[in-house]
């Protein structure tokens, strides 16, 4: 079975939800790590106020006993404690003997660079809000959660997974500078990946291709507009000889311009992806818009928001990375109970003789 993920959860809704199919059975989970990913996912260099509302606790409703899992669907929940604040107007059901969405404010002010105008034309809503909520990159905690228990398995077979941003300092000067300009920035974050064995992913279809679902989980991340593979947009303004990666005897390679992926397959070497995050779309001085109420000019909505979440956007990137090279491992590796999975993995290396 193929791990599955499904998730739902509005951004100021009740909770977030995720549920995780194909796990193998008596994989350990660690909550304290789970949450430990929640944090990281919190905290960053130029945050909003939103997250020190937020602490941000898994909660598993089934899949899961004392501690390991059952090889049944896992379901992870995420509160939003913000919630609180929006029992009326995020109410999943109008409040009772209440007419529906009575005494809320209609958001009609889209802000460019959001879901809020193709949103409300595809969706034929009324209210932006309609469509923000959902956009919103609220329900990556769901998605780093189960990029936690996507770590765990990974961890199994001693593949370890990092993300992280890059060049640190010039991110906060720019922060910086920029909050002081009411504007907002983005950045660059990589993710590494050791321990890969040759083999994961295929050349024989696009769906199989490593470097091809790599990119699409990254792409699917809110704002990241951009991604690479190793030395990426750069080697196309190499020469070939300088550009690859020369094979020694020992079938490692002292380069890796690569990423650790050939032909759509990992090599061995360690994977290295980059994901560009395009500048928080969310002003505090506003962009021109259109009042969709009135058919005005006007100015896009303001609503507390971020200057920068690229460090987030490391932990997030992190958690799709490991999502998508769990997903692959378990279809190479298989497996029901985690010890299966294992051996299988084992049996492999020991066959292409890797250590
Ligand atoms: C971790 C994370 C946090 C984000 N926080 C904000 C935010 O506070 N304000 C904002 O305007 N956009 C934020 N974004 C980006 C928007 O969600 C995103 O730009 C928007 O949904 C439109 O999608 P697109 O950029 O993929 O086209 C965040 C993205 C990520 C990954």
């Known amino acids: 079975m193929t791990l599955t993920l499904a998730s739902a959860g509005e951004s100021h809704g009740p909770a977030l939800v995720a549920i995780v199919g194909g796990l193998p059975a008596g994989l350990l989970l660690d909550r304290e790590a789970i949450d430990a990913d929640l944090r990281r996912r919190q905290e960053g260099y130029g945050r909003s106020p939103r997250q020190q509302i937020e602490t941000d606790r898994v909660e598993v409703l089934a899949g899961l006993r004392h501690g390991r899992t ?25 409040p009772e003997g209440e007419p529906a969405g009575k005494g809320v404010k209609a958001v009609t002010l889209p802000r460019p660079g959001h879901a809020d105008l193709p949103g409300v034309l595809k969706y ?24 936690s228990v996507a770590k765990a398995l990974l961890g199994t077979i001693g593949i370890e997974v990092h993300g992280t941003t890059v060049d640190e300092e010039g991110l906060r000067r720019r922060v910086d500078e920029a909050r002081a300009a009411r ?83 990992s090599n061995g070497e360690e994977i290295v992806v ?39 956007l490391a932990v997030v990137a992190e958690a799709a990375v490991a999502w998508e090279l769990a997903r692959t491992a378990k279809e190479k590796f298989g497996g029901d109970a985690v010890g299966d999975f294992v051996a299988a993995h084992r049996a492999y290396v020991e066959r292409i003789a890797w250590s």
């Not at 990556?140 to 959660?145: D, E, G, L, S």
């Open 274 to 312: 980059r994901a560009a995050m395009k500048p928080l779309p969310t002003l505090m001085k506003p962009l021109g818009s259109v009042d969709l109420a009135t058919g005005e000019a006007a100015q896009a909505l303001v609503e507390r928001s971020d200057v920068a979440a690229v460090e987030a």
């Open 70 to 94: 059952l090889g049944t669907p896992l379901a992870l929940v995420v509160r939003n404690v913000d919630h609180k604040n929006w029992t009326w107007g995020m109410a999943p059901w109008p």
């Open 183 to 265: 504007d907002t920035v983005g950045g660059i974050v990589e993710v590494r990946v050791t321990g890969v064995p040759p083999g994961l992913g295929s050349y024989a279809s696009k769906e199989d291709r490593l470097d091809a679902r790599l990119a699409f989980a990254l792409m699917g991340i809110q704002a990241v507009k951009g991604v690479e593979i190793g030395d990426g947009f750069a080697v196309a303004g190499l020469f070939g000889s300088a550009a690859h990666d020369e094979i020694r005897v020992d079938r490692r390679r002292d380069t890796n311009h690569a990423g650790g992926i050939e032909a759509g397959i």
């Open 124 to 147: 034929g809503h009324d209210d932006v809000r309609n469509a923000l909520e959902r956009a919103s990159a609220r329900h990556t905690a769901v998605q780093v959660a189960a990029g």
